[in-house]
């Protein structure tokens, strides 16, 4: 350990993990806006040229950031990069390599398809695409164990091109905050403990509970009308989710409901009532499905 910290160019794992998951988040992000800018003018070519514009951000991204300052963004947020003594050269071939291989990854189906029409081929041309598939993965696997044990070299390709992590700043001492690491703990481990604990909650029983302290106007509205009779039109929405009634069911009143959530609420709690006009489900024999009149 003391070996490790004396180390100038001593660069931890969990730091250049994190770089390469902090890489695909920056290029998500690109990607997000590239969409949202041609979301309102249709996104069928979008789609259809997908990995062709995922291989030009990524070739961009990595372009102006790995070549020309010798570190992807998610090194420059955690202060590391690539050695001084690595060529532009070298990163070039870096870059290009990863942006074909992935590009490759992706229109592998077509372009076997698009070379050859004989079968045969196409299916010997598959073969050694999804063999030479498996080796790659095999040789991850290999790599991490190897990066796991030694430090250096995270990914295959970095390995093949001897890109080694370096720190940005030698001299500089990094210090750690445990406090901020308390904090981002218990959060999460209170947001893990309330999306165990508020599915369990009956939530329209509460309601049910506030709506007897609480008069409504549609209620007072509903309550003289002596048999009411519930119409479903391509307009009508669920009274418990306001959306569009999925297999639609009415209960003894004027309103619809989604035949999951009537059944769900009045299984949950039996005194369940018509969020809009309170009426009570006195028994499942009143919850009918209903058709568009």
């Given amino acids: 350990m003391s070996s490790m910290v004396g180390n100038k160019g001593y660069v931890p794992r969990?730091?250049?993990?994190?770089?390469?998951?902090?890489?695909?988040?920056?290029?998500?992000?690109?990607k997000n806006q590239l969409l949202g800018a041609v979301k309102y003018i249709g996104q069928t070519f979008v789609t259809i040229l997908e990995p062709e514009i995922d291989a030009a951000l990524q070739y961009l991204i990595l372009k102006y950031t790995v070549e020309k300052g010798k570190s992807s963004v998610g090194q420059q947020l955690l202060q590391i990069k690539y050695e001084e003594t690595v060529s532009t050269?070298?990163?070039?071939?870096?870059?290009?390599m990863l942006v074909v291989g992935n590009w490759i990854k992706h229109r592998a189906g077509?372009?076997?398809?698009t070379v050859t029409k004989n079968e045969s081929v196409k299916e010997a041309t598959s073969q050694c695409l999804s063999g030479f598939e498996i080796v790659f993965k095999v040789l991850q696997v290999i790599n991490l164990l190897v990066f796991l044990q030694k430090g250096s070299y995270p990914t295959v390709l970095e390995r093949l091109f001897g890109l080694r992590n370096v720190p940005a700043n030698p001299g500089s001492v990094r210090r750690i905050s445990y406090t901020y690491f308390t904090r981002e703990l218990l959060w999460h481990g209170f947001a893990e403990l309330l999306a165990f604990i508020l599915p369990l909650i009956n939530v329209q029983y509460f309601h049910s509970i506030v709506r007897k302290f609480v008069p409504s106007s549609s209620e007072n509205d509903h309550s003289s009308e002596d048999e009411p009779k519930a119409e479903f039109v391509l307009q009508t929405t669920c009274v418990v989710c306001n959306n569009n009634p999925v297999l639609p069911h009415s209960f003894g009143c004027c309103h619809i409901a989604c035949y999951y959530c009537v059944y769900s609420s009045y299984s949950s709690d039996p005194l369940?009532?018509?969020?809009?006009?309170?009426?009570?489900?006195?028994?499942?024999?009143?919850?009918?499905?209903?058709?568009?009149?």
């Fill in 89 to 96: 050269r070298r990163l070039h071939s870096y870059i290009i």
């Fill in 14 to 30: 969990i730091s250049q993990l994190d770089s390469l998951f902090l890489n695909r988040e920056a290029y998500s992000m690109v």
């Fill in 272 to 293: 369940f009532s018509c969020p809009l006009c309170g009426h009570q489900i006195e028994n499942k024999v009143q919850i009918v499905p209903t058709y568009v009149s």
């Fill in 110 to 113: 077509l372009i076997t398809y």
